[in-house]
């Protein structure tokens, strides 16, 4: 069965400081996709990233890192030189390619991240 | 493009009323999710859609009915509203199987009392 924790949940730094959010994941498949989400104060869900199982290249967009390792099953999230924008919970999930033609995705509970000025 | 949208924004029901809830995409996504997302306990699939004629069960399916009439439209019913229901609802839609990242409408928050 496919899982994703987010142990940490909530987080609380000052602005510029540097924030990771962790995210560990398990499935059986070796075929799968990661991704991250972003749900601020407002209430939409937006995508972030998605990351293929096959591909284990770092990815890095602005301020924005993600870390991803197969041999720990973790995906995570830094977020350099925070800003209060930052502010929002973020969604770490799996989605297993299967032979089902639908993508399921599976979600973390989410992690709180609190900027403060 | 509109993306993922969703009617209503927010509905206060009382016990045992039905109604449903309109999602549209624009994107020609064949694939459509119903979710709802509750304190502590992130998203839960409740029904999808692989395809227009198309539904079937998620996680959480009990006390909703889905139907897929049209491509773009998916909508969620509730017959007998119960205060269990109380709840977040998310729409979402993904294009194809190889590019799966779901895209989210903005949510209709639903009150039973």
């Known amino acids: 069965a496919q899982k994703v924790t987010q142990a940490q949940t909530e987080i609380s730094v000052v602005e510029k400081e540097d924030v990771t959010l962790d995210c560990v994941y398990e499935?059986?498949?070796?075929?799968?996709?990661l991704f991250w989400y972003k749900q601020p104060p407002s209430g939409e869900l937006v995508f972030l990233i998605r990351?293929?199982?096959?591909?284990?290249q770092n990815e890095i967009s602005g301020r924005y890192s993600w870390n991803f390792q197969k041999s720990t099953s973790s995906f995570n999230f830094t977020i350099t030189a925070s800003q209060v924008v930052d502010s929002a919970v973020y969604f770490c999930?799996?989605?297993?390619?299967?032979?089902?033609?639908?993508?399921?995705?599976?979600f973390g509970s989410g992690t709180r991240l609190s900027i403060r000025p | 493009n509109a993306g993922v949208t969703q009617t209503p924004k927010f509905r206060v029901l009382k016990t045992g009323q039905s109604m449903t809830l309109l999602c549209a995409q624009d994107?020609?996504?064949?694939?459509m999710y119903w979710y709802r997302q509750d304190p502590g306990m992130g998203l839960r699939l409740i029904h999808y859609?692989?395809?227009?004629?198309?539904?079937a069960k998620g996680e959480v399916p009990d006390g909703y009915n889905v139907s897929r009439l049209k491509k773009q439209n998916f909508l969620l019913g509730l017959e007998s509203a119960a205060p269990s229901q109380t709840s977040v609802y998310f729409c979402?839609?993904?294009?194809?199987?190889?590019?799966?990242?779901?895209?989210f409408g903005p949510g209709t928050r639903l009150t039973v009392l």
């Open positions: 979402a839609s993904s294009y194809e199987r190889e590019r799966p990242e779901q895209f």
């Open positions: 499935t059986r498949d070796t075929t799968y996709y």
């Open positions: 990351r293929n199982s096959f591909d284990e």
């Open positions: 999930a799996l989605s297993e390619a299967r032979y089902s033609s639908a993508s399921k995705i599976i």
């Open positions: 994107m020609n996504h064949e694939y």
């Open positions: 859609s692989v395809g227009e004629g198309t539904t």
